[in-house]
């Protein structure tokens, strides 16, 4: 017969789903396979806890050490685990060296937060020394009795490598008192030496101040020298362009090419030190536009053909219809004197002109057929005061500047500079500038190629200039060359002369007498005679500030004393038909 079933057992054996003796039976495997995944479960963190490189304990707040890993064992130098909780059991008065106090202050941290991190203290190992440590401690939440598990860090090394730091720092701070004391004893002395540096320095900045003072002093009396020196040397340069277009007996005109040349020298050797003087100036800046190559060395061809072929010298030029962005004037500076040095150290043969393109730069070079430069002389020649050995007959003879302020210019346009030589075969010098972003108009770059050698016969053009000898030379050349001149030394004097009619074309000088200026007359007469009025100033003002009062009026420059060659060549530029 079938036992009689306890209620009890029956509602138990239904929630574990064990009703029956046949639901109990398949349940088995599956109750099997938990228990072996919480035994594998339990082996893991069995492992992880005697095979962990930090040190780990489990304590009771109440009981003290219950375990601990082999790890803790060997930093606190036991044989075993179970040796080290047999040892120090008792957390507050074996396992902690502070003792109840200090573990008495663990345990309210505990239970007020749940855990105690980066706390650092010191453990005694089994041999009684003390090692410094790191613990996390964590309050098990699932533990009725206060259970806490703790990771350990030995920190030794550090606290000990922070003592030496310490201990260093005391000793460099003792070595920086004592020094200290060493630079006190010194500073008595010292000063001593300050009082006597300060009045050397006060000493010398007097006497950098006089050397200041003398070199403004130097540049007024440049500037105010070079005009009364320029303006008796452009009248006479004119004049000697006026008698070399005039028929002369063979004597006479041997003596006008002498004198001709003589006052070449002057002008070359006075323009040299000018420009040396104004490039070394620091306010000097560059103005940069894009220009035409074909304006740029049209006009140099121009003004130097004359030259070249007083000296037996064939120049010629192969312009390109590229433009530059570069500082038009002192480009034209460089090139000038390319030209000129070429023209003067080539005994026979010829010079040329020409550019080459090289991706977005263009190379401007002067060729010769002259004697050539050795190449140990090439760092040479751009220095001050140097010049090429000549022993050419009648050769004109500078002062070794020209390449001097070649270089100075090359450095202010950051322009390079190049120079290739063969002795006996001839020379090439060079200069790189940048190709403008954007080409100009056609008519902009031929106009001036194809209108060179403008005629002036009928021309009307008026010439102020306070100095009665420069009008009276510019004057001779100008009707030499077939125009009709009017003179004047101020403003009143050249509306007098016009009789209200404009001229063609109007020469001013810069310095005028009573404080005005010929940028005030042209002003004057352009509010007169129209805005259109070509203009061109002739000045031995070489200062900034004139030409920028020139750029306002957009009115060209020349510096006395001009050549004959380049006045024409502006000329030509300024009277040629417009487009």
Known sequence: MPRPSDPRRDVLTGLLGLGSQSSRKSYYPELLARLEELEAERNRYKWLFENAVHGIFQASLADGLRMANRSLARMLGYQSA??????????????????ESEFQRIRQQLLRKGEL????????????????????????????????????????????????????????????????????????????????????????????????????????????????????????????????????????????????????????????????????????????????????????????????????????????AHAVHTDFRLLSRILRNFISNAIRYTERGGVLVGCRRRGSDLWIEVWDTGRGIDRAHFRRIFQEFNQLDTDRPGQRRGVGLGLAIVERISRLLKAEVQVRSRLGRGSVFSVRVPLARQPLATQQRNTLGAHLAVPLQGRRLLVIDNEQMVLQSMQGLLQQWGADVLTAADLEQALSCLQGRAPDLALVDYHLDGGRTGLQALAALRAQFGEDLPALMITADRTEDCRQGARALGVSVLNKPIKAGKLRASLDTLLSPRR
């Open 117 to 320: 991190t980066g706390y650092e203290t010191r453990l005694a190992r089994a041999d009684g020394t003390l090692m410094d440590v790191r613990m996390n401690i964590l309050l098990r939440p699932d533990a009725n009795d206060h259970v806490i598990e703790a990771f350990v860090a030995d920190v030794t090394e550090r606290k000990q490598a922070q003592l030496a730091m310490q201990q260093l720092n005391d000793e460099l701070e003792q070595r920086v008192q004592q020094r200290t004391h060493e630079l006190e004893g010194l500073n008595e002395s010292l000063r001593y030496e300050i009082i006597e540096h300060e009045r050397t320095q006060g000493e010398l900045r007097k006497a950098r101040d006089a050397a200041e003072q003398a070199n403004r002093s130097k540049d007024r009396y440049l500037a105010a020298a070079s005009h009364d020196l320029l303006q008796p040397l452009n009248a006479a340069r004119l004049l000697m362009a006026t008698l070399g277009d005039i028929a002369l007996p063979e004597s006479a005109r041997l003596l006008v090419e002498r004198s001709h040349t003589a006052l070449e020298s002057a002008e070359d050797m006075l323009s040299d030190l000018l420009d040396i003087s104004r490039l070394d100036q620091p306010n000097l800046q560059p103005e940069y536009s894009d220009c035409s190559v074909d304006e740029l060395l049209q006009p140099l061809l121009s003004e130097f053909g004359s030259v070249a072929e007083a000296a037996g010298v064939r120049l010629r030029g192969r312009t390109c």
């Open 82 to 99: 179970a040796e080290l909780v047999a040892a120090r059991g008792s957390l507050g008065g074996q396992f902690f060296i502070g003792g």
